[in-house]
């Protein structure tokens, strides 16, 4: 395993650790306390992992897209598991449909945002060592803000939310008869 | 002799002159008899979450009256726990196999008939004032006089600033769709204001009003005068959930976020300021010499999950998610006031219930049993089985699934995603251990598989399963 791969190593053997603990410890009677602990590891590392993949990625050497494609790691991982639990419920096609709601999308936005703070940082506080720039930090920003700007378009001019239940419905009627 | 033909012509004019008068003023005299009915339902609004239920901290003094003063029915059930589908069986006395809203997309059918109809022809005024929210937009809803409704956001409505709709005509944000009725902009207030209103107007004949409240939905806001009165009340998880379940696997896309407690106190506070709400129509009723002949129903259109078996919101069979509150008065005749009955009653037993006390034959069509035996004192068991049913309601991650539910035990059948189960609700009441692979209860399995089927087959022919 390259180095560069070591954080998001790490961090999916503690979102599968905190899994664990977080759906099954309270049946070994454990206090809540650590269940909400492990909870909130849980979803730091889902939300939050490419804030310190990315970085830390780059400074282990990882070029950018590398590093990007490592700070997807988890969320890719998250999203299958999430479209996964989907098809056992809705069936194959629906339930890879699911993974297109708009919250799935806007993670993924959420998680490009955390890589762009991970940017800026680096650029700040190491950028002339690594070669970083800290003025590309806001390019991280386009998708989440692509995204916005659809829904937002949408209610704006007809009224219409289009990733998060009525496009997102009307394309699984269209293409599903449901 | 002329004497007695004299006496005996008055005699027979007396008994034709009370004939004719009798003939002429029966509707008016029959009329008169008939109850009024005050329907109210809440959103949500779990079965134990009263005071009379012993909730910890719940404060509904208005709803435990209404328990004092009528029966509550302890085992109260939905035969499907979603907005819409409920909604509808209550209005139709159908399972929503029959009546077509089977989840909040499939739409209303006008062709159904609700108990609004019958009573209108027996001469009721009718009004339904509140939350609709079924699919396929506002219907010209026969029966129904005053239709005073919303369709903001998607026909859930907002706490606070929903625009009404009045009989089909749509009014902008703080318009009173009854003249001289000031609105305070908060929706179950503006609701109840309406509704002392409506019934003031027509308290000189029978009425049946139905009041649709949109609280406890989510996103559960209080009254200003309830906000934070509950902040400092300990809240106990169920023991398999957690503060952050709402985040956890598929229950982010029921859109709670916010830590389990916090919520749970957010949605007492709006309980609590409903119930407010409910006591001043106890109020006018009684100011208005109306409460001994009116029947007033209190109902959630279904359950909620707080955690129990690590879900939220409701759609599952579980007992958490199909059980509602249901209260009924009815002074002028309700034997033993104060009663609980514990026999399994479902929300499509209301319709048929309403007809009867209106005295009104309900439309054979109806799969839902009167409830009058029980007013009357009659405390034989209902039904001994129903059955449960969930459609599928993409994209919610919730498997299509059908339950019988009997007195003992409850069988899920799930179409897909999850293991069948099988719950012994007298030794397991949380529902804890599945039963379904128990050897000693294969027989058991078997018959209730059977009987499933059975039921269901006859649920979706029409008649009474």
Same mark, same amino acid.
């Given at each position: 395993?390259?180095?560069?791969?070591?954080?998001?190593?790490?961090?999916?053997?503690?979102?599968?650790?905190?899994?664990?603990?977080?759906?099954?410890?309270?049946?070994?009677?454990?206090?809540?306390? =650590?269940?909400?602990?492990?909870?909130?590891?849980?979803?730091?590392?889902?939300?939050?992992?490419?804030?310190?993949?990315?970085?830390?990625?780059?400074?282990?050497?990882?070029?950018?897209?590398?590093?990007?494609?490592?700070?997807?790691?988890?969320?890719?991982?998250?999203?299958?598991?999430?479209?996964?639990?989907?098809?056992?419920?809705?069936?194959?096609?629906?339930? =890879?449909?699911?993974?297109?709601?708009?919250?799935?999308? /806007?993670?993924?936005?959420?998680? /490009?945002?955390?890589?762009?703070?991970?940017?800026?940082?680096?650029?700040?506080?190491?950028?002339?060592? =690594?070669?970083?720039?800290?003025?590309?930090?806001?390019?991280?920003?386009?998708?989440?803000?692509?995204?916005?700007?659809?829904?937002?378009?949408?209610?704006?001019?007809?009224?219409?939310?289009?990733?998060? /239940?009525?496009? /997102?419905?009307?394309?699984?009627?269209?293409?599903?008869?449901? | 002799?002329?004497?007695?033909?004299?006496?005996?012509? +008055?005699?027979?004019?007396?008994?034709?002159?009370?004939?004719?008068?009798?003939?002429?003023?029966?509707?008016?005299?029959?009329?008169?008899?008939?109850?009024?009915?005050?329907?109210?339902?809440?959103? $949500?609004?779990?079965?134990?979450?009263?005071?009379?239920?012993?909730?910890?901290?719940?404060?509904?003094?208005?709803?435990?009256?209404?328990?004092?003063?009528?029966?509550?029915?302890?085992?109260?059930?939905?035969?499907?726990?979603?907005?819409?589908?409920?909604?509808?069986?209550?209005?139709?006395?159908?399972?929503?196999?029959?009546?077509?809203?089977?989840?909040?997309?499939?739409?209303?059918?006008?062709?159904?008939?609700?108990?609004?109809?019958?009573?209108?022809?027996?001469?009721?005024?009718?009004?339904?004032?509140?939350?609709?929210?079924?699919?396929?937009?506002?219907?010209?809803?026969?029966?129904?006089?005053?239709?005073?409704?919303?369709?903001?956001?998607?026909?859930?409505?907002?706490?606070?600033?929903?625009?009404?709709?009045?009989?089909?005509?749509?009014?902008?944000?703080?318009?009173?769709?009854?003249?001289?009725?000031?609105?305070?902009?908060?929706?179950?207030? @503006?609701?109840?204001?309406?509704?002392?209103?409506?019934?003031?107007?027509?308290?000189?004949?029978?009425?049946?009003?139905?009041?649709?409240?949109?609280?406890?939905?989510?996103?559960?806001?209080?009254?200003?005068?309830?906000?934070?009165?509950? $902040?400092?009340?300990?809240?106990?998880?169920?023991?398999?959930? $957690?503060?952050?379940?709402?985040?956890?696997?598929?229950?982010?896309?029921?859109?709670?976020?916010?830590?389990?407690?916090?919520?749970?106190?957010?949605?007492?506070? %709006?309980?609590?300021?409903?119930?407010?709400?409910?006591?001043?129509?106890? +109020?006018?009723?009684?100011?208005?010499?109306?409460?001994?002949?009116?029947?007033?129903?209190?109902?959630?259109?279904?359950?909620?999950?707080?955690?129990?078996?690590?879900?939220? @919101?409701?759609?599952?069979?579980?007992?958490?998610?199909?059980?509602?509150?249901?209260?009924?008065?009815?002074?002028?005749?309700?034997?033993?006031?104060?009663?609980?009955?514990?026999?399994?009653?479902?929300?499509?037993?209301?319709?048929? +219930?309403?007809?009867?006390?209106?005295?009104?034959?309900?439309?054979?069509?109806?799969?839902?049993?009167?409830?009058?035996?029980?007013? $009357?004192?009659?405390?034989?068991?209902?039904?001994?089985?129903?059955?449960?049913?969930?459609?599928?309601?993409?994209?919610?991650?919730?498997?299509?699934?059908?339950?019988?539910?009997?007195?003992?035990?409850?069988?899920?059948?799930?179409?897909?995603?999850?293991?069948?189960?099988?719950?012994?609700?007298?030794? @397991?009441?949380?529902?804890?251990?599945?039963?379904?692979?128990?050897?000693?209860?294969?027989?058991?399995?078997?018959?209730?598989?059977?009987?499933?089927?059975?039921?269901?087959?006859?649920?979706?022919?029409?008649? %009474?399963?």
């Amino acid at each position: 395993m390259r180095r560069d791969s070591y954080p998001v190593a790490f961090t999916l053997l503690v979102a599968v650790l905190a899994t664990l603990a977080y759906d099954y410890a309270w049946r070994l009677g454990a206090p809540l306390w =650590l269940r909400n602990g492990t909870g909130l590891l849980l979803f730091s590392c889902i939300m939050l992992s490419p804030l310190w993949v990315y970085p830390i990625g780059r400074v282990l050497g990882a070029p950018l897209g590398r590093a990007v494609r490592l700070a997807l790691v988890l969320p890719v991982v998250w999203h299958l598991k999430e479209m996964l639990v989907a098809t056992t419920i809705f069936g194959l096609g629906p339930g =890879l449909y699911t993974g297109l709601q708009g919250p799935y999308l /806007f993670y993924y936005g959420l998680s /490009f945002g955390a890589m762009g703070v991970g940017h800026l940082l680096l650029g700040l506080f190491a950028g002339a060592g =690594l070669g970083i720039s800290a003025w590309r930090a806001p390019l991280f920003l386009l998708p989440v803000l692509a995204l916005g700007s659809l829904e937002g378009l949408g209610f704006a001019l007809f009224n219409y939310d289009l990733l998060v /239940f009525q496009g /997102f419905l009307a394309g699984y009627n269209a293409l599903f008869g449901g | 002799m002329l004497g007695v033909m004299k006496t005996y012509r +008055t005699e027979q004019f007396v008994k034709c002159f009370l004939l004719v008068t009798l003939t002429l003023l029966s509707p008016w005299l029959a009329a008169a008899e008939r109850p009024n009915i005050v329907f109210i339902l809440a959103d $949500d609004h779990r079965w134990d979450a009263l005071g009379v239920m012993g909730h910890p901290f719940i404060d509904t003094p208005n709803l435990d009256r209404i328990a004092a003063e009528g029966v509550l029915f302890e085992n109260a059930f939905v035969t499907s726990s979603l907005c819409s589908p409920s909604r509808a069986s209550f209005l139709t006395g159908l399972y929503p196999q029959r009546h077509g809203v089977q989840n909040n997309f499939t739409p209303w059918d006008n062709a159904n008939v609700t108990f609004f109809e019958p009573l209108k022809e027996a001469g009721y005024s009718t009004a339904f004032i509140g939350k609709w929210h079924m699919p396929g937009g506002i219907p010209e809803l026969r029966g129904v006089d005053d239709f005073i409704t919303f369709d903001h956001m998607g026909g859930q409505g907002a706490y606070y600033d929903t625009p009404f709709i009045a009989n089909g005509e749509r009014l902008v944000v703080g318009e009173s769709p009854l003249p001289g009725v000031e609105l305070s902009g908060y929706i179950t207030e @503006d609701l109840t204001e309406l509704s002392l209103a409506w019934i003031e107007q027509h308290r000189d004949k029978p009425f049946a009003l139905y009041l649709s409240h949109k609280a406890v939905h989510l996103p559960m806001t209080p009254s200003s005068g309830w906000e934070g009165r509950y $902040d400092d009340e300990p809240v106990q998880l169920p023991p398999e959930a $957690d503060s952050w379940l709402a985040f956890a696997d598929g229950n982010f896309k029921h859109f709670l976020w916010d830590p389990l407690e916090a919520k749970m106190r957010d949605y007492a506070e %709006t309980a609590a300021a409903m119930d407010e709400q409910i006591g001043r129509i106890l +109020t006018l009723l009684d100011e208005l010499d109306l409460a001994d002949n009116t029947v007033l129903i209190y109902a959630g259109d279904n359950g909620y999950l707080w955690g129990e078996h690590r879900l939220i @919101d409701k759609r599952w069979s579980y007992e958490e998610s199909i059980r509602i509150p249901f209260l009924l008065r009815y002074p002028r005749r309700l034997v033993e006031p104060g009663r609980r009955h514990s026999s399994m009653v479902l929300n499509l037993d209301l319709a048929p +219930t309403l007809l009867e006390l209106a005295g009104v034959a309900p439309p054979q069509a109806m799969q839902g049993k009167s409830l009058v035996p029980i007013i $009357d004192g009659d405390d034989s068991p209902v039904r001994d089985a129903w059955i449960y049913k969930y459609f599928e309601d993409f994209p919610y991650p919730v498997p299509d699934q059908t339950a019988l539910r009997t007195e003992r035990y409850k069988l899920v059948d799930y179409k897909r995603g999850r293991r069948d189960e099988l719950f012994d609700l007298s030794e @397991d009441p949380q529902e804890q251990n599945n039963l379904i692979d128990e050897p000693r209860l294969a027989a058991q399995v078997k018959d209730m598989r059977a009987r499933l089927m059975s039921m269901t087959a006859r649920i979706e022919q029409g008649k %009474t399963p």
